[in-house]
């Protein structure tokens, strides 16, 4: 089962119903979820081969009216958006560099029905946050410095390499109001002589082998690999396998994110993350 799906099953079961009483404007718990499921994938920082950082703080803005009406109920959904975060994270093996906290607020220039989030990677003061996981109370940074909203964390994992003083070439720190932060890019691996390389991709755990050169994703019953996503189109992308395989957004709604970057096409390494309405993709290739 999704962990969208299980945060919507916990919260049908709170309060006797009274989160689906209270979200009657456009805005729904699990769109929440979701855009906190992407603002994790877009903001990931890679520290190195097993360690990816996401972050752990998070704002959810709303219109005066659904502030307003969510506002009595804001710890316990906060608690609960922060428990999805946890299981997508371990799902995805991110890590994590603080406690996970969710917080609502108002915003005077949104209208009824629509939010916004922002997010930064707050490190707890002793810093021993693991994967997907938390540690002790978070040291609050000082304004504009590293660790706020929009900047990259304040200090590595315990025993992560230290992270370079500047962003790399060509990039700027992500976060809200920011691109996403470059991903470490690999050049992809060339076939071995007389050798053949398979290709695949994982969804949820589940391996689907790409044994043709084009492969199409999408929410259709007559897409290659059906994807049952709301943000999916019907349509959304294609996958073609070669030297270097790569993907090619089909004019989809909501577009696809590459290794952190919204595009509409990219090139695909082994271990590439595609993110398609709020699934994740992983890419897979290896010789033999």
Known sequence: MG??????????????????????????????????????????T????DRTVVPNDFIVELSTPDFERLSPYSGQLGDELAGMVRDYAKQQRYTFMGPIKVHLEKAEDLDTGLYRVRSRTLASSSSQAGPAGGAAAPAAPA??????????????????????????PGGRPGGYGYPPAASAQR??????????????????????????????????????????????????????????????????TNGIVVDGQHTTRATLRDGSRIVVGSTTIIYRQAEG
């Not at 709170?14 to 209270?22: D, M, R, Y």
């Not at 304004?143 to 790399?168: D, E, F, I, L």
């Open 3 to 44: 962990v969208l799906k299980k945060f919507e099953q916990r919260l049908e079961g709170l309060v006797n119903g009274t989160f689906a009483k209270v979200f009657k404007s456009e805005v729904q718990p699990v769109e929440i979820a979701g855009a906190l499921q992407r603002e994790c994938d877009n903001n990931a």
């Open 46 to 49: 890679i520290w190195n081969r």
């Open 143 to 168: 304004a504009g410095r590293p660790g706020g909203y929009g900047y990259p964390p304040a200090a590595a994992p315990a025993g992560a390499p230290p992270m370079p003083a500047a962003p790399p």
């Open 187 to 252: 050049p992809p691996a060339a076939p071995a002589p007389g050798g053949r390389t398979r290709h695949w991709i994982e969804i949820n755990g589940t391996r689907h082998q790409i044994s043709r050169p084009t492969l199409v994703l999408g929410r259709s019953t007559d897409a290659d690999v059906r994807i049952d996503d709301p943000g999916v189109s019907r349509r959304h992308c294609e996958i073609r396998t070669g030297t270097p395989s790569t993907i090619q957004d089909l004019g989809s």
